[in-house]
């Protein structure tokens, strides 16, 4: 290939004749023109020699710079700090420079929530109802669930734009209690059933819980990256699993009732109990999320969406409960949450791979119906009033007498705390820094509070409604309507001491607060 030196030289240069033929033709315009003509010809090929030198340079220039774009990086040039927002980073491999990724963190957490109890009421008295209609306004107790939470994982590149995250996080205390309302302590009828039996304390607290709940494994891709491609966003997808580990969360006294009875009793009566309180929700769970992000000098920001859906495990108080016949809802709440926020880089030193970062974003989660546990799972679940502690039929079949009756052979259904919770949502916001000391350190720092909406914590339906036409089955779901007698099938998860309208418990005022430090270590 020729060089552009070479070009220029060739091209700046004029053809070269033969020397008896530039000899003839200088005589021939020596005798013909005379010498001023000579010195005129003379003149004219010094300008077309500058034109040639000059077409040359550009043709050169043009050659040039598309070979200099191409050229590798010298060996001494240093690397540039080139990741993307904290919200759309993905630790990756085999990259210019950069063959493997291994992040690894570890991070503390704590949660406060606080939520406001209250209880539904016909009753007629001044301050709570006219009788005529079912008002929610009855104060019951304040509930606080409290926990600490030691972060670990590891961020592992597999390929470009590709990590596998693993997480194993440890619950170091889990608080729950239920303390006095503005008075509501000194009104136990409000904690009673039609009976008369108190339902649950208040105070009532919870055992002191810890361990491990569950092993998180998952993978982002970033699909476009800016920091490759600068005419692009980032954009970056994820899906992971979550494994259920821990002793199961069976519902609890923070102080047993009399010495030598056991904290957690038995709901099915089969053993004296334990105390065992277990810690993990004993959930599988699926999760999923997406966020976009681009870079606008200092200032990046972004948007995401997250999902959540959990699966009971058998061996859970909770998976008891589920696939049951005749029950509406038989897994937790499906979770959605949509956020946006931009980060500020006020100051970066990219070869010397530090950077300060201020994050700000808010976000909005809508959690479905589904059996949860609530503020009142370990009060409810070990309640000793007869309206919770008989089981449920497991089903009904046709009786003796010709009329639907409890059927035998279906195991009957004990309470367990676990409640049926009506949808909700939340919104809030959080603020965090970012401090990169070097290319190996990073530290993260930052707050959070959310706002809970109003809901139901104990709402299962009587019936199912979605089967009317099979009367040996339908039990006491029957009306006085005679185009339509069958209402559904029993629900057997429905305790109308709890789930009836005028009866029900509700979280009202709730909100949400958290901090967390983070330190992480970038191989």
């Known amino acids: 290939m020729v060089g552009p030196r070479a070009l220029l030289r060739t091209l700046a240069s004029p053809p070269r ?15 013909a023109r005379g010498e001023s003509r000579a010195r005129g010809a ?3 090929r010094g300008a077309s020699r500058a034109l040639a030198a000059a077409a040359a340079l550009a043709a050169a220039s043009a050659l040039a710079s598309p070979a200099r774009a191409e050229e590798p990086k010298a060996p001494g040039e240093p690397r540039l700090l080139r990741e993307t927002a904290e919200a759309t980073s993905v630790v990756d491999a085999f990259d210019d420079g950069d063959l493997f990724d291994l992040h690894l963190f ?16 016909a009753l007629a008295q001044p301050g709570l109802s006219t009788g005529g209609f079912v008002a929610n306004n009855e104060n019951v ?9 030691l972060h670990r994982g590891a961020d592992i590149g597999i390929f470009k734009d590709l990590a596998l995250k693993v997480r194993l996080p440890v619950i170091l205390s889990d608080t729950r209690d239920l303390t006095d309302l503005e008075g509501a302590a000194a009104n136990p009828q409000r904690r009673a059933d039609p009976s008369g039996a108190l339902l649950f304390p208040v105070p009532f607290s919870s055992p002191a819980r810890s361990g491990v709940d569950y092993i998180g494994v998952g993978l982002d891709y970033a699909i476009f990256n800016q920091q490759r491609d600068d005419a692009r966003p980032t954009w970056v997808i994820g899906v992971g699993g979550r494994f259920g580990i821990g002793s199961p969360l069976r519902p609890c006294r923070g102080e047993a009732v009399a010495e030598g009875v056991p904290r957690c009793p038995d709901v099915t009566g089969a053993t004296a109990g334990t105390d065992d309180a277990g810690i993990s929700r004993a959930m599988n769970t699926v999760t999923a999320h997406t966020t976009f992000s681009k870079r606008l000098g200092p200032v990046e920001p972004y948007v995401g969406l997250d999902f959540l859906v959990e699966f009971p495990q058998g061996r859970s108080v909770f998976g008891q409960t589920s696939n049951l016949e005749g029950a509406l809802l038989n897994r937790p709440p499906v979770v959605g949450t949509i956020m946006t926020g931009v980060e500020v880089v006020p100051w970066e030193e990219r070869e010397q791979f530090r950077r300060l970062v201020i994050d700000a974003r808010i976000f909005g989660t809508y959690r479905s119906p589904g059996r949860d546990y609530s503020e009142l799972f370990d009060a409810l679940g070990t309640s000793t009033a007869p309206s919770l502690t008989t089981p449920n039929p497991g089903g009904y079949t046709l009786g003796p007498d010709g009329n639907s009756a409890a059927d035998p ?29 070097g290319e190996y350190v990073k530290f993260t720092g930052g707050v959070s509070l959310a706002f809970l909406q109003p809901h139901l914590i104990t709402s299962a339906d009587a019936c199912n409604p979605d089967i009317t036409n099979d009367s040996d089955r339908a039990g006491p779901c029957r009306s006085q309507n005679l185009a339509q007698p069958i ?15 005028g009866r029900r418990f509700s979280s009202d005022d709730g909100s949400m607060v958290g901090f967390w430090l983070n330190g992480v270590v970038m191989f």
């Open 17 to 31: 004749l033969a020397p008896s033929v530039a000899t003839s033709r200088a005589r021939a315009v020596v005798g």
């Open 42 to 44: 003379s003149r004219a």
């Open 106 to 121: 570890l991070g503390f957490e704590q949660r406060w929530r606080s939520s406001n109890v209250r209880r539904e009421t």
């Open 141 to 149: 107790a304040h509930a606080t669930h409290n926990q600490s939470l």
């Open 409 to 437: 052979s279906k195991p009957p259904v004990y309470f367990t705390g676990v409640t049926d919770v009506q949808a909700h949502g939340a919104v809030g916001g959080h603020v965090s820094v970012v401090w990169q000391a």
């Open 487 to 501: 209402t559904g099938i029993p629900n057997p998860n429905h305790r109308a001491v709890i789930d009836l309208p």
